[in-house]
């Protein structure tokens, strides 16, 4: 009896060796990346400009140490570039994005959402419009960043109804208007503040309301990448879950809006991208 049930036990090692072994050398490391421009959710770290800093990747960093295993948070490019390195599986996450139907074709999101923040229009402050909702943006040349989405409901509407002109990064968006060639821009309103801020624009834009909406941020993992697997999916989720129950995202969020600030009043060593 003992030797059938210790070669029953070498059966069942052997086969699951090749199972944990193929897991640990998949998922030891994990790569992230996301909006460069997205303060107090991502940004570039001004002391390693490879390095995406913010409230998702302190938030992907709780979740490393929870799973033990590393993530990097890296800045792949502006946001259109991230979205395709994700895509493609050269990168494994995107540490925040909205739901939208070309990602859920890519990527598996991770329930429940990181963030819930709202779109804003914005616009020069001498030359506000009367606004009261998306019809009032008809007839007027919008700006938004390339691929980004504000949420599918008015996604839809956009492209069936708006002029809108994309760009790779909200800077450019935000010099079109400031030059008025656009009428208006629609973007986050938390980044938003931030990177006007950092233009020294702050005085000279405005968000509307209403807002045009109010999306949930989400963690997604490539459908490409070789770490996606059912083992992973389950503790992002299940750790993802554990933190919004307690509160942390919030608490990270207020902790990287005051980081982002006093960042804004230390002298800059790199050039605006």
């Known amino acids: 009896m003992r030797k059938y049930s210790s070669w029953r036990s070498w059966l069942l090692g052997l086969g699951l060796l090749p199972l944990l072994a193929s897991a640990a050398g998949k998922c030891e490391r994990l790569v992230a990346t996301g909006n460069p421009e997205y303060p107090p959710y991502l940004w570039r770290d001004p002391a390693n400009p490879d390095r995406l800093i913010g409230a998702n990747a302190d938030l992907l960093e709780e979740i490393a140490k929870a799973l033990k295993i590393q993530i990097d948070v890296l800045y792949t490019g502006p946001w259109s570039r991230a979205q395709d390195e994700v895509r493609t599986g050269r990168v494994d996450l995107i540490a925040g994005a909205f739901i939208t139907l070309p990602r859920l074709e890519q990527m598996d999101y991770v329930h429940p959402a990181i963030f819930h923040t709202a779109s804003v229009v914005w616009v020069h402050k001498d030359r506000v419009f009367p606004y009261a909702g998306w019809d009032d943006l008809r007839e007027r040349r919008g700006g938004v960043v390339l691929n980004n989405s504000h949420g599918r409901a008015f996604d839809a509407f956009a492209k069936a109804n708006l002029t809108l002109e994309s760009v790779p990064s909200l800077t450019q968006a935000f010099q079109k208007l400031m030059l008025g060639r656009s009428d208006y821009v629609v973007y986050e309103l938390y980044p938003g503040l931030a990177v006007a801020d950092t233009l020294g624009m702050l005085g000279d ?37 554990e933190l919004v129950s307690a509160g942390v995202p919030d608490a990270i969020l207020q902790r990287n809006l005051e980081r982002w600030k006093q960042q804004l009043l230390q002298p800059s060593t790199e050039s605006t991208q």
């Open 205 to 241: 834009l405005q968000a509307l309301e209403p807002e045009v909406s109010s999306e949930g941020l989400y963690l997604t993992l490539s459908h490409n990448s070789a770490c996606n697997d059912a083992w992973l999916r389950g503790q992002l989720a299940k750790k993802m879950t």
